[in-house]
């Protein structure tokens, strides 16, 4: 099975930026897609963007043209730009989708 470690998380202000990474191993092959998830406190777990095996990307259009989702090899990045107060969430790497493998989370908290 794929195992997932996500890193990256913390702090940062409104109009900073910051960058999540998953790391992946084991059998990578046959996901369709890999992709970012968050949920905040009180919240249902959103898809926050996924990028398929061949590098096309979906994004939650509450996140479109502030955060970017890449992937290389057994690498996943999440760009954060601009963020704002109510992209604090934990922030899941998945792999497979909601029925696939999970990541336990890291901690994005917004706030000026």
């Known amino acids: 099975q794929v195992q997932l470690v996500e890193s990256g998380g913390g702090l940062v202000q409104p109009g900073g930026s910051l960058t999540l990474s998953c790391a992946a191993s084991?059998?990578?092959?046959?996901?369709?897609?890999m992709g970012w998830y968050r949920q905040a406190p009180g919240k249902q777990r959103e898809l926050v963007a996924e990028i398929t095996s061949t590098g096309s990307t979906n994004y939650a259009d509450s996140v479109k043209g502030r955060f970017t989702i890449s992937r290389d090899k057994n690498i996943l990045w999440l760009q954060i730009n601009s963020p704002k107060p109510e992209d604090t969430a934990v922030y899941y790497c998945?792999?497979?989708?909601?029925?696939?493998?999970w990541g336990r989370g890291t901690q994005v908290t917004v706030s000026s």
């Open positions: 084991g059998i990578i092959f046959n996901i369709y897609a």
């Open positions: 998945n792999a497979g989708g909601v029925s696939g493998q």
